[in-house]
Structure formats: structure tokens, C-alpha cells
């Protein structure tokens, strides 16, 4: 079937675009679309064309596989033009989403419509790139400078009524939407038709303005080239001609398309796409999920109560006496009131996430959930009592998780009674808010278990990465290494506070010691003690001989830093100095870009070893399990996707 079709309602064509999954424009929608201009152009019938898509979706954008190879005409900002140059008004219909290239298309039609939930926008700067077809220098005629400097260099979408208020679309339509962009369209007629975008005035900010908007953007970017090259075609577009601000658009474009910063960009995009629907599921059983069980109320559990909540499941809150029970709803009210506070969830939604919780300190009130998740205490004999319960009450069918970071899964899932429907679902905290989900099956899980686990994945829009069983999967294992190898450079004589500034120039944004401070030096300690005490080899590490000392982080008002009272300012501290003096070398100078490759060599050799032991299933999961668990930054494309890149 042809991507796409011209039908006609009386004197209004309607073309429709059919080119799943997400009608990107590969090149034959791009030769398509400029036949159809072409046809309807030279059709006398015609008076006006509605451009509508099948399928979940308007246009996405340009088609992403296509940018590792040469463009092939007609090129997007032809078409745009073309589009724009018909001798009749187009009609841009929008379901789904509108993004990229698929807006610019829309930018070139007379018009723009959407439905209530659509939404449009310009995420090309997430990819590493610029607008490539006239996003820059069509956006800031349609709805002025400021507007698009915030669509443009954020590459956040927006929704249709807030596009609408910007000026970005013409309106919103509840109807059928073929029929309302025809009607749209014919009324239009009636009318003087406004100019295209194009010839459109365009603000020229001053001085002052670009200044303020170079600080924020560059900020924001942590060193990502793209928002910053976009910003300065948005300059261009307010300072130069239309016909040479789309030249230095697209030049702009074309240099950026083949960094490395994009190449490991859209890596990301594709794997985060792949994650969580892995093909080794792809035929499995899914089993129904009405209602969820988190044993647990504290940070975690009430951050995965919260998760949950946020998808539409119901839960219920396990604790162990009345007084944690209360302290658990009051956790997960707080998180509410926090989105409430932050303009994320109104007080009535919030108050549904609430009414959604049945809170208790008796397991009996799981005995219809589906799936229970076990988030206490990180002690095995504690999470053992807990499931010996849950054996007792709950389904023989409803999944049992743990949540566990560091135990053996295995070891707490002994005695459970059907063993095929445990497994590890190790979230990250805030575990509402990280994306990161760490699914861990056991030798003995059933496939249906671990499917649904995918599946719950899905629901909360987390992105679902599988491991093996090891100490500390995949990504408590190479921190651990990251750790290591970051203390053995502290001993070799390099200042802690340039191997924390290396890895903020690297794109993270602390580094391996601001990190540890900031969460805590004790909970690595008490591992490594607990180890200590079941006899293992383990041995004293810097971080102990602070711990020791008192300095457990910005909790104890020090760790490797010093820190003045309510400010979480590190500052280099001469008690560390004195404390580490003895196991330390002379100070030796290391350039920050050497520390930065050195530890993400690290990381990237625990990776292979992961991968060797079957821990990992494949390279851009542990990229994945990095950027969306630890703060990798993302522009590097992980520790794999870095380290293999700078081999080739
Ligand atoms: C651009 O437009 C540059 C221009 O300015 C200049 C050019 C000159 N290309 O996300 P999903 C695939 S830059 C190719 O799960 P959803 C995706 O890999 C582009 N493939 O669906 C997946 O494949 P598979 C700017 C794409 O319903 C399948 O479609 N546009 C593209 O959850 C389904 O994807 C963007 O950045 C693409 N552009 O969400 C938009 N997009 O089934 C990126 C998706 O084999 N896309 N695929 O795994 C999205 O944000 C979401 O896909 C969307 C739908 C919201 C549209």
C-alpha cells in the first residue's frame, strides 16, 4: 500500500499519510508527499488539502535510521517549502504527536489542528541535532522569540491547548478529526487566508535578551553541544534573511547529524525503544495486573506505592505495626504533595492517587493482588519472614518480587511455594521519579513471571533492563568498580575534588565523591562490613577509614568534603587531608580528560566482564541500566557505547 492517498470530499483533497509505525518521513513520505503537492497544485477541483495521518500517530519527525546515511531528495526543508508554495492551503490534522520534522511539515501548511490529548514540538536537540527543515526559523514567526527559544532548546513537547494558547496550532477539535480539518478547511476558504510562516515578521530581541538566553540554555546543557548550536540559529533566524538562516539551519544540522554526541544520542533512543520489549519475550503470556502489594512503606516502598499509583494500579500497603503504617501513607502523601507543589498533579488528582491505597498491617489484604513487591529492610532474615507470609496468603498465581539491591534473590526466595513466580524488580530511588527498573529472574522463574514484568515495566513507563544474578547486578556492580577504581587514583596522589570536577566535565553531574556524600558513605560500609563479618576478604577501603572517623557524608556535616552548616557546598577538607595522609601518594597532577577516561574504561571492563558471565544480555543494556540509573550522560551513549566509539 502507497505511504500515501489522495481522496476527495467535494473541493477538499485530503491526504493521508500511512507509514507505520510512526509515519516518519523516509524518503519515499517525503517523495509522496511533494507528488501529492504537485497533483493537487495542478488539480482545478481542488480548492484546499487536508494533511491527516492513520495509525498512532501525525508525522514523528524525520526518520531516524535514515541519519547515519547520506540525505536522498526531495530533502525535508524542500518539501516544507513546497508545501507552504502550494497554490492551495494545507490543513495540517494532528493526532498523536507532532514532532520534529513531522511539526516542520505542519509549520509549512496554512493551518494546524489537534485533537485535545495531541501534542507538537521540536525534540531534535535530544538527538543531538538541530531542527533540521525550518524548525528554527518558521517557529519564532509563529509564536515569537521567546516561545521558540523554550521549544527549540528544550525539545520538550507540548500539549495541544498549551500549544494552542502559544500560538504554535490554530485549534483544538473534539470531533472526528477528518471531518473537523475538512470543515476547518472549507470555512477557511470564506476567509482571507493569513501569510504563510514564512513571510512572516520576526521578533529581533536584543543584545540583553540573547545573553540571558546563552547563560540558561548553556547551563541546562552540561556541556551538550546541540542546545547551543540551535539557539544560535534561532539568533540567525531573528538577524538574517529567511533564505540564509535555512542555510545555516541545515548547515548546522548536517555538522551535527554526524558527531559523536548524535550517533550515541539516537543509540539511546533506539535501545530505550528496544528495552521493554525484549525479542527473546516477544511470544510470552502476560499475566493481568488490577492489583499490586508493596510490603514496605519507607523511602522506597512508598516511592514504588507512588509508581504504581501514577499508572492507574490499585495498591496495597503492607507495614508492620499501626504507627509504620501511618508513617508509610504519610511518605507517599508527601510525594503527592510534592508533585502538587511542583504543578505536576492537581490537588483533586492527587488526592485520587491517595484514595487508591488501602493501607494495613495484615497480609491478608493481599490475598487477591496480582503482584506483590517487597521493599524492607535490606536484612535477609527480615525479607525471609516477610515472604514465608506472603507464601501464606497470597495467590499461588500472583508474582512475589523482591526489591532487594545486594542479597542473593535466591536466597530469600527459598522455602516460597510455587518458585516459578518469584523474582528481583530492583527499583531506584526516588522510585517514582528514576526510570531505571532492573528486572532479576531466578534460575527457577517462570516465563510468564518474568514477561509480566516487562509488562508492569510498560505501565509505569520505566525502562526495563534484565540481570543476572550477581552482587549488586549490573549497576551496584560497576559503581562498585567505578568506586574502587576512583579511590586507587585518590591513592595514586590525584586531588579527590579534580576527579569529582573530571566527571562533572564529563558530563555527570556530581562526581563519584560529591555522590557519596550526598547519599551516605555508611550504607557501602555496612556492606562491606557485613562481608567483613561473614568471613570474606574485604579489603579496608578510603570511604572505611572516613566512616570510622565519623564522616559518613552531608549528613554528619563531612565525608570527603567538608561542609558548612545548610549548605551542601563541598569544600576540600583538611581533616580528610590528615585522615588519608598516611595512604596516599604525593600529589600528582593528571589532565581531568585522562581521570574521566581512565574511570569510564572501568566501568566499560566491568561491563564486559558482566557480559562474560551472562550477568548482562547485551552491551547497550548496561549502557541503559547507566543513564537511567547512575547519571551517565546520556550525549556519551553509556560506558560501552564511550569506550567502544573511541576504539573506532
Ligand atoms: C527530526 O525530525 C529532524 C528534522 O528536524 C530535520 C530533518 C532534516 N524515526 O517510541 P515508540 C520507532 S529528528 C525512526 O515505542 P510510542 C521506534 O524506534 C526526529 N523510527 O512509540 C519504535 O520502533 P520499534 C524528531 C522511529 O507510541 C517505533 O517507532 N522526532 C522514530 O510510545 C515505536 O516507537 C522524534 O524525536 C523516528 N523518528 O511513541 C520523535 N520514532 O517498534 C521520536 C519512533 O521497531 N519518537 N520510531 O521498536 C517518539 O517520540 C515516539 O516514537 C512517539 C510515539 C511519541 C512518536
Wanted: charged fraction near 20%.
Amino acid at each position: 500500500m502507497s505511504v500515501v492517498t489522495i481522496t476527495r470530499d467535494a473541493e477538499i483533497a485530503v491526504v493521508t499519510v500511512n507509514n507505520p509505525p510512526v509515519n516518519a518521513l523516509s524518503q519515499s513520505l517525503r517523495q509522496g508527499l511533494w507528488d501529492a503537492a504537485e497533483a493537487l497544485d495542478a488539480d482545478p477541483e481542488v480548492r484546499a488539502v487536508v494533511l491527516i495521518c492513520d495509525g498512532r500517530t501525525f508525522i514523528a519527525g524525520a526518520d531516524v535510521a535514515e541519519f547515519g546515511k547520506p540525505p536522498v531528495p526531495p530533502h525535508l526543508p524542500d518539501l516544507v517549502g513546497r508545501i507552504e508554495a502550494a497554490e492551495k492551503p494545507w490543513v495540517a490534522a494532528i493526532h498523536g504527536s507532532a514532532l520534529g520534522g513531522g511539526f516542520e511539515i505542519a509549520l509549512g501548511c496554512r493551518f494546524r489542528l489537534a485533537q485535545p490529548d495531541a501534542s507538537v514540538g521540536l525534540p531534535e536537540v535530544t538527538l543531538g541535532i538541530i531542527p533540521g527543515a525550518s524548525g528554527t526559523v518558521r517557529t519564532p514567526r509563529l509564536v515569537g522569540m521567546q516561545a521558540a527559544v523554550d521549544l527549540v532548546t528544550t525539545g520538550k513537547p507540548v500539549r495541544a491547548a498549551a500549544a494552542q494558547s502559544l500560538g504554535l496550532i490554530d485549534a483544538v477539535v473534539t470531533g472526528d478529526l477528518r471531518d473537523e480539518a475538512i470543515a476547518f478547511a472549507r470555512a477557511a476558504l470564506r476567509r482571507p487566508l493569513p501569510q504563510p510562516v514564512s513571510q512572516r515578521p520576526v521578533d529581533a530581541p536584543d543584545a540583553a535578551f540573547w545573553a540571558a538566553a546563552e547563560a540558561k540554555v548553556a547551563k541546562a546543557a552540561r556541556g551538550a553541544a546541540a542546545p547551543l548550536r540551535a539557539l544560535a540559529s534561532l539568533r540567525n533566524a531573528a538577524e538574517k534573511p529567511f533564505e540564509e538562516a535555512m542555510a545555516f539551519e541545515r548547515q548546522c544540522f548536517l555538522d551535527l547529524r554526524g558527531t559523536p554526541e548524535a550517533a550515541a544520542l539516537r543509540a539511546v533512543f533506539f535501545a530505550e525503544r528496544a528495552a521493554p520489549r525484549p525479542a527473546h519475550l516477544k511470544d510470552l503470556t502476560v499475566l493481568p495486573l488490577r492489583q499490586v502489594g508493596v510490603v514496605g512503606g519507607g523511602t522506597m516502598g512508598a516511592g514504588i506505592a507512588a509508581a504504581l499509583r501514577d499508572a492507574g494500579l490499585p495498591v496495597v500497603l503492607i507495614e508492620r505495626d499501626a504507627a509504620a503504617v501511618a508513617r508509610g501513607l504519610a511518605n507517599l502523601r508527601a510525594i503527592f504533595e510534592g508533585a502538587v507543589t511542583r504543578g505536576r498533579l492537581s490537588e483533586a488528582q492527587a488526592a485520587e492517587r491517595m484514595a487508591g491505597v488501602i493501607a494495613s498491617t495484615d497480609y491478608a489484604a493481599l490475598a487477591d493482588a496480582d503482584l506483590v513487591i517487597e521493599a524492607v529492610f535490606e536484612e535477609i532474615s527480615v525479607k525471609r519472614a516477610v515472604f514465608d507470609a506472603l507464601g501464606r496468603v497470597c495467590r499461588p498465581d500472583a508474582i512475589l518480587a523482591t526489591n532487594t539491591s545486594y542479597l542473593d534473590p535466591q536466597l530469600i526466595a527459598e522455602g516460597v511455594p510455587y518458585p516459578g513466580r518469584f523474582i528481583g524488580l530492583h527499583f531506584f530511588s526516588p522510585a517514582n521519579v528514576m526510570k531505571l527498573l532492573e528486572i532479576v529472574p531466578l534460575p527457577g522463574t517462570a516465563p510468564a513471571t518474568l514477561a509480566t514484568s516487562f509488562h508492569l515495566a510498560r505501565l509505569l513507563k520505566k525502562v526495563p533492563v534484565e540481570a543476572g544474578i550477581c552482587e549488586g547486578f549490573i549497576g551496584n556492580r560497576i559503581l562498585k568498580r567505578y568506586r574502587a577504581a576512583a579511590e586507587a587514583l585518590v591513592r595514586q596522589g590525584v586531588a579527590i575534588a579534580e576527579i569529582d570536577a573530571a566527571m562533572r566535565g564529563y558530563g555527570f553531574a556530581m562526581g563519584p565523591f560529591e555522590a557519596q556524600d550526598l547519599g551516605g558513605l555508611d550504607i557501602a560500609y555496612l556492606q562491606r562490613e557485613g562481608a567483613r563479618a561473614a568471613g570474606q576478604e574485604v579489603p579496608e577501603t578510603l570511604g572505611d577509614v572516613l566512616v570510622r572517623a565519623g564522616r559518613k557524608g552531608q549528613k554528619t556535616a563531612g565525608g570527603w568534603y567538608d561542609y558548612a552548616a545548610n549548605d551542601r557546598k563541598p569544600r576540600p577538607s583538611p581533616a580528610v587531608t590528615a585522615l588519608l595522609g598516611p595512604l596516599v601518594a604525593a600529589p600528582r597532577e593528571m589532565p581531568r580528560e585522562a581521570v574521566a577516561e581512565h574511570l569510564v574504561q572501568e566501568m566499560a571492563a566491568e561491563g564486559r566482564a558482566l557480559l562474560q558471565e551472562g550477568i548482562a544480555r547485551s552491551p547497550s543494556d548496561i549502557d541503559l541500566v547507566e543513564i537511567h540509573g547512575y547519571g551517565f550522560p546520556r550525549r556519551r551513549g553509556g560506558p560501552m557505547f564511550a569506550t567502544a566509539a573511541a576504539r573506532r
